[in-house]
């Protein structure tokens, strides 16, 4: 396999241009039938086999449209200090809001009155409504949710605290600025390190064109084959990692072939035929990881892994073609001004002077004190686990939510 990535990778390199303009096609080739791309409907999930789906399925067989995997929410009222829900003005208000939410929309399944179904509580102070919807909480529509959001401004007006909360209320996943900050941190940590922005924007630039081909082919996709929106959050989130990790094994590799002195297309084609067989591994390990979710037999979960296994292995083609074909672009200026000039000096037959970098005397110290080093690790990571011992597993729900919420003030109701 060696050889081959050598010889590909000088390929790319020679044809530097060809193999660019490949990938750009392909790049806009994706962006626009993810643009023509028919919007998605929200994909289904189920978990065959379990008690909670056999009963979802059961339900559904004997009460068709009864929807018992709906959104739901609640709307919780509180009356002001020395007064009770009970008060004939506030069950007014309360009877009118049941009114507008049944009203309200089509999606609508149920609204329950408090009074009927004695969800008031013992003190008088607090009730509660109960709204069931005939879809799931990922099918609401925006003028459904926002109907549910503003409902209680006539009872506010009143005196009366009311707060919304269910999952009814619960976004959809969104990429966005979360993203954004860790290619910025991404991007700083790679100046830092190769004191080169050539250097450090090549694994940038690259990850950033395989997430967008991956991701805009799921999009693409996404109606056809029914994949949610968290799919391509994943792809996201996984494609940059490896992508930006991928392309430090080939310019690391790279800048330290043209530090011995070697040509350009040369250090090109030994970086991609070593640190490349390393690329290879890592990408088909991750892969056959992800590919390993369909084996708890979900089917969102599934076809999340093999998108974003997908994903994948365009980052390792990224690496080990559009890597050394921007190498080729870059030039020089993948090393810093420093590192140039001693390369210069060293091929002029010039002694190497300076101190070595911190690397260097970071891995030196670590060679004359390996015992010392491991055990400070081991300890270091013991100190930092502590925290695990007092953690608490399950699902999230609204008590969960920050406090400022209108959901985590109707659950703390």
């Given at each position: 396999m ?5 010889k ?13 303009l ?10 626009v039938?993810?643009a ?8 289904s999930?189920s978990?065959p086999g379990?008690?909670?789906?056999k ?15 709906g959104?739901?929410a ?13 008060d ?27 009074y ?18 005939k879809v799931?909480s ?7 949710r926002?109907a549910?959001e ?23 996943p ?12 991404a ?8 004191g ?6 090549l ?14 082919t799921?999009?693409?996709l ?5 994949l949610?929106?968290?799919t ?19 310019v ?7 530090a011995e ?9 030994r ?6 067989s390393?690329v ?9 990881a ?8 979900i ?9 974003a ?6 980052a390792?083609l990224?690496?080990?073609t ?7 672009f ?6 810093g001004?420093?590192d140039?000039?001693a ?8 002694e190497?002077?300076g101190?070595p ?12 004190r ?11 990571l013991?100190?930092?686990?502590i925290?695990?011992?007092s953690?608490?597993?399950g699902l ?18």
């Amino acid at each position: 396999m060696a050889t081959f990535l050598y010889k590909l990778g000088r390929f790319a390199f020679r044809r530097r241009n060809v193999v660019a303009l490949v990938w750009v096609a392909l790049l806009a080739l994706a962006g626009v039938g993810a643009a023509s791309a028919s919007t998605p409907t929200s994909s289904s999930f189920s978990i065959p086999g379990t008690e909670a789906q056999k009963a979802f399925d059961l339900l559904e067989e004997r009460f068709p449209g009864a929807s018992a995997d709906g959104a739901t929410a609640r709307v919780v009222f509180k009356a002001p200090a020395g007064e009770k829900m009970t008060d004939a003005g506030h069950k007014a208000e309360v009877g009118k809001i049941v009114d507008e939410l049944s009203d309200g929309s089509d999606q609508v399944g149920s609204v329950t009155d408090p009074y009927t179904v004695n969800a008031v509580s013992k003190d008088g102070s607090t009730a509660y409504v109960q709204v069931s919807y005939k879809v799931t909480s990922m099918e609401l529509t925006d003028e459904t949710r926002t109907a549910l959001e503003e409902t209680g401004a006539g009872a506010r007006a009143q005196g009366l605290t009311v707060e919304v909360g269910g999952d009814a209320l619960q976004a959809t996943p969104e990429m966005g600025s979360t993203e954004i900050i860790g290619v910025a941190v991404a991007a700083v940590v790679l100046v830092i390190t190769f004191g080169s922005l050539v250097a450090a924007g090549l694994p940038l630039v690259t990850a950033l064109i395989g997430v967008g081909v991956g991701v805009s082919t799921i999009t693409a996709l996404a109606s056809v084959l029914d994949l949610g929106s968290t799919t391509s959050i994943l792809a996201m989130m996984i494609g940059l990692a490896v992508g930006i990790d991928y392309a430090l094994f080939i310019v690391s590799r790279y800048r330290a072939e043209l530090a011995e002195g070697r040509e350009r297309e040369e250090a090109a084609g030994r970086a991609v035929g070593t640190a490349g067989s390393a690329v290879v591994f890592a990408g088909l390990t991750v892969v056959i990881a992800l590919a390993g979710l369909a084996v708890v037999n979900i089917p969102m979960l599934t076809k999340m892994g093999l998108a974003a296994a997908g994903t994948v292995v365009i980052a390792v083609l990224i690496a080990l073609t559009l890597i050394p074909a921007t190498l080729g672009f870059a030039g020089k200026r993948v090393h810093g001004r420093k590192d140039r000039k001693a390369m210069d000096a060293k091929a002029a037959g010039g002694e190497e002077t300076g101190k070595p970098n911190m690397g260097t005397r970071w891995a030196r110290f670590v060679l004359r004190r390996p015992v010392a080093v491991l055990v400070t690790a081991v300890l270091g990571l013991g100190v930092i686990a502590i925290p695990a011992t007092s953690l608490e597993l399950g699902l999230g729900d609204d008590g969960s939510q920050p406090t400022s919420t209108t959901q985590r003030k109707a659950y703390d109701l």
